[in-house]
């Protein structure tokens, strides 16, 4: 079996590896295809569509689907882009987004694809769903007002951290975050330096007593559009 596979991106040639999945290996070739759930490290899940391209003309999920030899890969065009814009228009008026009062503003993968995709207002009307905020651990606080689901805090305290401290419960509108205790986070085993801790893409779950120690302005974003890290790489 070849150890590369050829495939395009928008009609860029990219080589893979076998297994590699298509976000990964257009990662490594420069190409930044917009992600939520996906963090490096953590299991791929496949739940919030943003990473979604046209392959061979069907709509996949870039983090799931695997490359294959001479697959023809849509990414960055208008019909994608109008996709992605709509799921994060979604997310923002689904949860109860603040940026200018939430201490993750600049870092905040939401706010930096909302920017990306030039987002400045909701399209949608707000829900305004009440979210259970919960302050008892000594060291991180959720709050899931600003929660997308993700899934990212629940397989990094499972796979990562060996712990297991998150996982969902509840369907479709009242699904939620919950913690493996009886009621609070400050009940569970969670500790400020698990990966669970910080693999947070907004500002749901914050670590407590280090809040703008980088001033707003100075942060992940407030420069460079989200993505431009890995589009700098391009050859
Ligand atoms: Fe692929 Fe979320 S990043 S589905």
Redesign the pocket.
């Known amino acids: 079996m070849s150890s590369t596979i050829e495939f395009t991106i928008n009609g860029k040639d990219i080589t893979g590896r076998p297994g590699q999945t298509v ?1 990964e290996a257009a990662q490594d070739a420069g190409v930044y295809i917009p ?4 963090m490096r490290g953590l299991a ?9 391209v046209l392959v061979n003309g069907r709509p996949q ?4 689907q695997t490359v294959a030899p001479g697959m023809v890969v849509e990414n960055n065009t208008e019909k994608m882009t109008a996709f992605r814009r709509n799921l994060i228009d979604m997310l923002f008026v689904e949860g109860n987004h603040f940026c200018m009062f939430c201490e993750k503003s600049g870092n905040c993968e939401l706010q930096a694809l909302a920017y990306r995709f030039g987002i400045a207002a909701p399209k949608y009307p707000y829900m305004f769903q009440p979210r259970e905020v919960d302050m008892s651990h000594g060291d991180v606080f959720i709050d899931r007002n600003r929660c997308v689901l ?1 899934g990212r805090c629940v397989r990094a305290s499972r796979d990562v951290d060996g712990k297991h401290v998150f996982d969902f419960v509840g369907r479709g509108l009242h699904k939620r975050i919950a913690v493996n205790a009886e009621a609070l986070l400050g009940d569970t085993e969670l500790a400020v330096t698990d990966k669970a801790a910080e693999a947070c893409p907004v500002g749901a779950i914050v670590k407590k007593r280090v809040g703008y120690a980088v001033p707003v302005g100075q942060r992940l974003y407030d420069h460079k559009p989200i993505g431009s890290e890995i589009e700098s790489t391009a050859l």
């Open positions: 976000l992600r939520l759930c996906y791929a899940f496949g739940a919030c569509r943003v990473c979604t999920a870039a983090c799931t993700c």
